[in-house]
């Protein structure tokens, strides 16, 4: 501490801050200046304006407040007015329910949740009966409150979910979203029956209505609204002649009409008139579908002309081979050669022809079976002792599997060979040289299973659902080793039918290798003892 009397010594600190305040004090006061001298210039400014422009400047900043919360008013009006008629876009004039553009909407999205749950959903068809005799007797003004009448009581009957769609006239559709069986469809048109059918009064006029329904299931029944709607129809149709005959009606139509106003001769014509016109609409949908077959089966035919060219033609490839005897001598000997490529071209013929015979005996139903108790491992090794000189030709290698046991389904011997023979040759002919073609057999809870697989061509993703029809080609392999005309695996799906069995194919896709799995039922009757079979594994000892 400074002694008594003595004043402290400012420190570094204390001076700094000093040097900081007067600075501050001079900033303020430069600052008050300013400040002083803009107010000097608003009050100048406002003296040369006159209080007349003052005046008439808040006049204008109330008015431009005004109009702006005026165009607000407005705006929010006018977006209210648009959502509402966009939602009245969506609705039926008369009776306010969903009309056609909303309910093709709603079905699209309908038929993405049956698709994702595995279910299905249901159209119905509703017409009222007799309504056009009810219009002619009280007017259209009654008939119009009849159809709100009957919408309402339509839409009450359903679920949430559901949709209520006025089709025309006195007709109405109904979309049933999601329903687990076909069943559950007809439970609620009886539902809209009983519905329809409670006393109604319009205009002081008692009402008991009945009302003609024809259902229609997706995917059974179709699988557009145009298709399904046409269906219903037919449905529809049915019933109400049904009824007009006094046959016995189907639990899905509806009961016997509560009030029997009678058919005269204008509405029996106007009925026909307009089963006429759907019946044209009906028609001109099976000639589009006729011409798609018809086209179908031109391209077909088209295609086994070319084949027949070829087949008519045998010596073409006998002309190729023997061209080759014209060339310098010192070469290497030809004639082998040639015996040889004519063998091939012929063996080839005599293949194609067969298929072909084949084919059109599985399509025709012309198959007949021998049918024995049958040693599918003895089979394997026939089919495979015939395919292995042209496995061995291009370095194949040949992996097998076979139980040491017999395994005994009942069948036609040579079709089961026929049947392995087929899918080793289409592993052949996908499969580049080098490459690996596998058999595995087995058995299991009373079903064998033969598998055949290759890690050749592959089939792509588009191509699997027609692997097995007749002449499905495949495109990506049509340059490769004589893919062939893709018979054979449609004659081995007809024989693995005919054998109570069945046949899937599976690939990865291109340059990925393909599977095919066969299954047939093994045979009640005992084992046939064993009779040299192969070790339970031959595998990679190559073709």
């Avoid at 000097?40 to 407040?65: C, F, I, K, W, Y």
């Avoid at 109405?172 to 048109?189: G, N, R, T």
């Avoid at 495109?475 to 024989?495: P, S």
Wanted: glycine residues 8%; hydrophobic residues 45%; charged residues 20%.
């Amino acid at each position: 501490m400074s002694a008594p009397g003595h004043p402290q010594a400012p420190t570094p600190a204390h001076v700094a801050a000093e040097r900081q305040h007067a600075s501050l004090g001079i900033q303020i006061e430069a600052l008050q200046a300013t400040l002083v001298r803009l107010l000097q210039d608003v009050v100048d400014a406002e003296t040369r304006l006159g209080s007349t422009q003052a005046a008439q400047l808040v006049e204008a900043n109330e008015q431009l407040v005004l109009a702006a919360l005026a165009s607000r008013e407005q705006a929010d009006s006018a977006a209210a007015a648009l959502t509402e008629t966009q939602r009245q876009a969506t609705l039926d004039v008369l009776t306010r329910l969903p009309n056609r553009h909303t309910l093709l909407d709603r079905y699209s999205q309908a038929v993405a949740q049956v698709r994702r749950h595995g279910t299905r959903l249901a159209l119905l068809f509703v017409d009222l009966d007799d309504f056009k005799s009810l219009n002619d007797r009280h007017g259209h003004g009654f008939g119009d409150r009849v159809l709100r009448l009957v919408a309402e009581r339509l839409a009450a009957a359903v679920r949430e979910g559901d949709t209520v769609s006025r089709h025309g006239g006195g007709e109405f559709l109904i979309l049933l979203a999601e329903i687990h069986q076909p069943a559950d469809a007809l439970v609620v048109a009886d539902k809209l029956v009983a519905a329809l059918a409670a006393p109604a009064m319009v205009d002081t006029q008692a009402l008991r209505l009945t009302a003609s329904i024809g259902v229609a299931i997706y995917p059974e029944d179709g699988k557009d609204i145009d298709t399904l709607t046409a269906h219903a129809d037919v449905a529809m149709y049915a019933r109400k002649r049904a009824r007009a005959g006094g046959a016995t009606a189907p639990a899905s139509a509806t009961a016997a009409p509560l009030v029997d106003h009678g058919i005269d001769p204008a509405r029996r014509l106007a009925d026909l008139r307009e089963a006429n016109e759907r019946l044209v609409l009906a028609t001109l949908g099976a000639q589009e579908l006729q011409a798609a077959a018809e086209r179908a089966r031109e391209r077909q035919s088209a295609f086994m002309a070319a084949v027949a060219d070829e087949l008519g033609n045998p010596l073409a490839p006998i002309r190729i081979a023997t061209g080759m005897l014209g060339r310098l001598p010192g070469e290497e000997p030809l004639l082998p050669r040639v015996r040889q490529v004519i063998e091939q071209q012929m063996a080839q013929m005599s293949r194609l022809v067969g298929r072909l015979v084949e084919a059109s005996a599985e399509a025709g139903g012309g198959l007949v079976l021998a049918l024995d108790c049958v040693d599918m491992v003895a089979v394997v090794q026939a089919a495979v002792a015939t395919c292995r000189p042209v496995l061995q030709q291009h370095r194949l290698r040949l992996d097998w599997r076979v139980p040491a046991a017999p395994i005994v389904t009942v069948g036609d011997a040579a079709r089961l060979e026929q049947i392995v023979a087929n899918l080793l040759d289409h592993a052949r002919t996908h499969t580049p040289d080098g490459g690996r073609i596998g058999i595995t057999l087995a058995a299991d809870a009373g079903t064998l299973t033969l598998t055949v697989n290759d890690n050749g061509l592959g089939i792509p993703a588009q191509a699997l659902p027609e692997v097995f029809e007749p002449f499905a080609l495949d495109l990506h392999a049509l340059d490769f080793r004589g893919a062939g005309l893709g018979v054979g695996l449609a004659v081995a799906r007809a024989l693995v039918q005919a054998h109570g069995g069945s046949i899937s194919a599976h690939s990865a896709g291109v340059r990925r290798g393909a599977e095919f799995v066969v299954t047939l039922p093994l045979a009640p009757a005992p084992e046939l003892p064993a009779t040299g079979t192969p070790p339970p594994v031959v595998a990679g000892g190559g073709a």
